[in-house]
């Protein structure tokens, strides 16, 4: 059923203040449904007017109500805002309610936001911590495959007494071992360890100018000639 324009006017007038009709006193005094009043009051909404959402009286009011009422009073002095809350049929303290209400709300988005950052931050850091943690196992696992390889391609034993002549087939073997395993994600001394061998032995086989065929040290018992 179609309303003219001047009957839905006149109904919406009566849910505002001072009549405050509930949607269903205007079913039964209009013979209106329900639904289409609902509807009008949905479109009014929409466009800026204050309807109540409940019966009557001011816990009817709907958060948006109070928000667009406390809008509507910010300026005003204690002369305007009496006859504003008679208009709408509430007290001053309801006013005052509502104003304090958006206040802590304003409070709450700020802490909450400020926590909102905290919380971001401890995120960071605990991200950060994990990836170092998972760096520093992707590393030692890295190494721990190096050194089985290591052992697996190993075929002498270079250990012995301290200060033995290594011949020069071994020493190249080693070092290109050595070289290889470190490449895949090895330190040089747990290198060292699995080959028998000490860093500084390496080094020194490894040292510029110094070919892996030469091996630096004298025999025992071989003596430069004095001039």
């Not at 007494?161 to 087939?169: D, Q, S, V, Y």
């Amino acid at each position: 059923m179609r309303y003219s324009p001047e009957r839905k006017e006149a109904v919406l007038r009566k849910m505002m203040p001072p009549y405050n009709l509930s949607i269903k006193q205007l079913c039964r005094e209009e013979g209106i449904s329900e639904a289409t009043l609902f509807g009008w009051r949905k479109q009014a909404k929409e466009k800026g007017l204050l309807l109540l959402d409940g019966d009557s009286g001011p816990e009817g009011w709907s958060a948006l109500d109070k928000f667009a009422a406390v809008l509507e009073t910010a300026a005003f002095n204690e002369t305007e805002l009496a006859e504003y809350c008679r208009t709408k049929g509430i007290y001053q303290e309801h006013v005052f309610q509502w104003r304090k209400a958006c206040e802590q709300a304003n409070d709450w988005d700020r802490e909450s936001n400020r926590r909102l950052k905290e919380e971001n931050k401890s995120d960071r850091r605990r991200i950060r911590k994990l990836e170092q943690e998972l760096r520093r196992k992707d590393k030692a696992l890295a190494e721990t495959a190096a050194l089985l390889v290591l052992q697996k391609k190993s075929t002498g034993d270079l250990g012995g007494p301290r200060g033995r002549m290594i011949n020069e087939p071994d020493r190249r073997q080693t070092i290109e071992l050595i070289e290889t395993a470190r490449r895949n994600g090895t330190r040089l001394i747990p290198a060292c360890q699995v080959l028998k061998i000490s860093a500084r032995t390496y080094q020194r086989w490894t040292k510029p100018g110094v070919s892996a065929k030469t091996d630096v040290r004298m025999p025992f018992g071989l003596h430069l000639p004095t001039s």
